[in-house]
């Protein structure tokens, strides 16, 4: 089955305690991206890939790191969480440019930071 | 920078209903626009998008939205609500002086069918 993957889906954690949110597709994309929901302010970009070894900042990057090792994997870090990035996280996927393409989204991870 | 303006955060409509979801974009250049829906508990899913091959655009589960270039406008309609439609609808618009890798989501509508 084609899919999205993010693991943890509910994490809670302390202010300063590094973490990772796994992002795996399936579809062998090129692109994939992070995004953060609150609510309010809808989905908010925080960084993309177009590729392995390509990324580039979205519109709420700080506080936030990514990687693309493998064309599969996207993994966000967050290396000192403090709790305004308390979020519902989303990870996507497409074919080509995500501006352009059907972007494919993950369950979302649910992150709370005391 | 591109912006989305989505009017109305909650819309509510009774089943059978006609469901009109607006969407403004700033640029004055057509970028590339979607619609993508949410479901309780779930990621999104997209309904439809424009790509300027025509301004009428057939998305799934019976929506259309139309795009106005001199209204600068994307609205989303359908001409009868079903209660499975009760979800979040996000607008999203492509950047056109950019690349086309970063999309901008408008802050959503959440739209509630009563039977």
């Known amino acids: 089955e084609a899919q999205v993957t993010q693991n943890p889906r509910y994490l809670i954690t302390v202010t300063g305690k590094k973490l990772t949110v796994t992002c795996s597709q399936n579809?062998?994309?090129?692109?994939m991206s992070w995004y953060r929901q609150d609510p309010g302010l809808g989905l908010r970009q925080i960084y993309y890939?177009?590729?392995?070894?390509?990324?580039d900042k979205g519109d709420v990057p700080e506080g936030y790191k990514v990687s693309r090792k493998e064309k599969r994997n996207f993994p966000l870090i967050l290396e000192s969480p403090s709790p305004n990035q308390t979020s519902l996280y989303f990870c996507?996927?497409?074919f080509g440019a995500g501006g352009v393409n059907e972007q494919f989204f993950g369950p979302g991870t649910r992150l709370t930071v005391l | 920078a591109q912006s989305v303006t989505q009017l109305g955060s909650h819309v509510s409509v009774s089943e059978g209903a006609l469901v009109l979801l607006r969407c403004n974009y700033s640029?004055?250049?057509?970028?590339?626009l979607f619609w993508y829906v949410q479901y309780p508990n779930q990621g999104l899913q997209l309904l439809l998008k424009?790509?300027?091959?025509?301004?009428l655009v057939k998305g799934i589960n019976g929506f259309e939205a139309e795009f106005k270039k001199s209204e600068t406008s994307f609205h989303l309609t359908k001409p009868s609500a079903h209660m499975s439609d009760a979800a979040e609808y996000f607008c999203?618009?492509?950047?056109?002086?950019?690349?086309?890798?970063?999309?901008?989501f408008g802050k959503g509508t959440l739209l509630t069918v009563n039977p």
């Open positions: 996507a996927s497409s």
């Open positions: 579809m062998n994309h090129e692109y």
């Open positions: 890939s177009m590729n392995v070894e390509v990324t």
């Open positions: 640029s004055s250049v057509p970028p590339y």
């Open positions: 424009y790509t300027s091959a025509a301004t």
């Open positions: 999203a618009v492509s950047d056109p002086g950019g690349s086309n890798y970063k999309l901008t």
